[in-house]
C-alpha cells in the first residue's frame, strides 16, 4: 500500500485496474468521447426546443383555453404545463453541468422526482375537485397517499444527500 492507503493495481474502491490501451484503443475512446459528448449537445438542445415550445402552448392555453372549460381544469393544465417544463430544464441543467466539468449530479434527479409526484397530486387532485364523485375514491386517495411518501422519501434522500455533500466538501 502507498501514502493514500490504495494498493498498487487497484483503483479507489479497490478494484483491479483495467489494462492499458494501446494508441488505436484511446484513438478509438477520445472518439466516442466526442461521440457522446455531440449526443449530449443534441439531447440538450431538444430539451431546450422542448421547454420554450411547452411554455408557449401553456401561456397560449392558459390564455385562450382551446374550449370552453371551467376555470379550475384551465388553470391546473397551466400548472401541469410550468411544473413540467421545470422539470425539463432540471434535466437540461445536469447535461449543462456535464459540459462545465462537473460529474453525475444525484441532486437534480431528486428535485425532478419531487416535482413530478407533487404534479401528479395536483392532478389527481384537481380532478378530484371537478370531476368528483365519478372517480374510483379507494384508488385515488392510494395514489395520493402513495405520491405523498415519494414525495417524503425523495425529500428526506435529498436533505441526506445535500448534508453528506457538505460533510464531505469540509
Do not use: C, K
Amino acid at each position: 500500500m502507498d501514502r493514500t492507503g490504495v494498493s498498487p493495481g487497484v483503483d479507489d474502491e479497490g478494484l483491479p485496474m483495467p489494462p492499458r490501451l494501446g494508441e488505436r484503443g484511446q484513438r478509438l475512446v477520445r472518439w466516442l468521447g466526442y461521440g457522446e459528448n455531440g449526443v449530449f449537445m443534441a439531447i440538450a438542445v431538444v430539451l431546450f426546443a422542448i421547454a420554450v415550445a411547452t411554455l408557449v402552448r401553456t401561456v397560449h392555453d392558459a390564455g385562450w383555453p382551446p374550449a370552453p372549460e371551467p376555470f379550475a381544469e384551465t388553470i391546473t393544465r397551466a400548472l401541469n404545463g410550468v411544473l413540467f417544463i421545470v422539470i425539463t430544464l432540471e434535466v437540461l441543467r445536469t447535461i449543462v453541468v456535464r459540459f462545465e466539468g462537473g460529474g453525475f449530479q444525484l441532486q437534480p434527479f431528486l428535485v425532478i422526482g419531487i416535482i413530478s409526484a407533487v404534479r401528479h397530486i395536483l392532478t389527481v387532485g384537481a380532478q378530484l375537485s371537478l370531476v368528483g364523485e365519478q372517480l374510483p375514491l379507494a384508488r385515488t386517495m392510494t395514489e395520493l397517499g402513495v405520491n405523498a411518501g415519494v414525495v417524503l422519501a425523495l425529500a428526506v434522500a435529498l436533505v441526506l444527500v445535500r448534508r453528506f455533500a457538505r460533510l464531505g466538501g469540509s
